[in-house]
């Protein structure tokens, strides 16, 4: 079983950054590939961000926007977000798929967090 915590939501302007973290259990946490995931209200939730090892994927919506990366040692995902825009207003959530596959496909992750607020202002 694996638990997935999110943190560093908040509520910020238009322009501002923010960094969310996810911390995970687990021995093999190297192995799982991380999605970030997010839903507003009224809406289905969507690909964020994911990364499987080195290599990195991102919604044509967060292109150059944001940015996954993650720390084995400390077996934490994060999710660092510059340039905020207010239709990035959402809960964000984490996720790890177990067997390694980074994909676009909330179905296919395995783990998911409690997510974490972000609402941007205008």
């Known amino acids: 079983q694996v638990q997935l915590v999110e943190s560093g939501g908040g509520l910020v302007q238009a322009g501002a950054s923010l960094r969310l973290s996810c911390a995970a259990s687990?021995?093999?946490?190297?192995?799982?590939?991380m999605g970030w995931f997010r839903q507003a209200p009224g809406k289905e939730r969507e690909f964020v961000a994911a990364?499987?090892?080195?290599?990195?994927y991102y919604a044509n919506s967060v292109k150059g926007r944001f940015t996954i990366f993650r720390d084995n040692v400390k077996n934490t995902v994060y999710l660092q977000m510059n340039s905020l825009k207010p239709e990035d207003t959402a809960v964000y959530y984490c996720?790890?798929?177990?067997?390694?596959?980074?994909?676009?496909?909330?179905?296919?992750?395995?783990?998911w967090g409690q997510g974490t607020q972000v609402t941007v202002s205008s």
């Open positions: 687990g021995r093999t946490f190297s192995s799982y590939a």
């Open positions: 990364i499987r090892w080195s290599s990195t």
């Open positions: 996720a790890a798929n177990q067997i390694g596959r980074a994909t676009m496909e909330p179905r296919e992750y395995d783990y």
